[in-house]
Nanobody, 117 residues
Framework: QVQLVESGGGLVQPGGSLRLSCAASGSISKIYAMGWYRQAPGKQRELVEAIANGGSTNYADPVKGRVTISRDNVKNTIYLQMSSLKPEDTADYYC????WGVGLPAWGQGTQVTVSS
């Protein structure tokens, strides 16, 4: 099993930046892709950006040009650098990992991001 722990959320003003971290542990050798999702109050969880082992990324149009996903294979951690944040980016942000031979992805507990003046 894979365990994921997110950190880095908080309150930030519109136009500000924030970096989220997600540390993976457990059966990390089986992970083939990781990503960030978010869920705003009353809305469905949606993809923010994901990265595969080969380095290819996939992001959602609402965050295009404002977020960058990266990873540190030594620390088994992925990051989400967010900039030019907007109030509509306010949500709980979740880390996700997909592993070979495992039907369901692993999820972290989430970290809250609030964009407000």
């Amino acid at each position: 099993q894979v365990q994921l722990v997110e950190s880095g959320g908080g309150l930030v003003q519109p136009g500000g930046s924030l970096r989220l971290s997600c540390a993976a542990s457990g059966s990390i050798s089986k992970i083939y892709a990781m990503g960030w999702y978010r869920q705003a109050p009353g809305k469905q969880r949606e993809l923010v950006e994901a990265i595969a082992n080969g380095g290819s990324t996939n992001y959602a149009d609402p965050v295009k040009g404002r977020v960058t996903i990266s990873r540190d294979n030594v620390k088994n951690t992925i990051y989400l650098q967010m900039s030019s944040l907007k109030p509509e980016d306010t949500a709980d942000y979740y880390c996700n990992a997909n592993s070979w031979g495992v039907g369901l992805p692993a999820w972290g507990q989430g970290t809250q991001v609030t964009v407000s003046s």
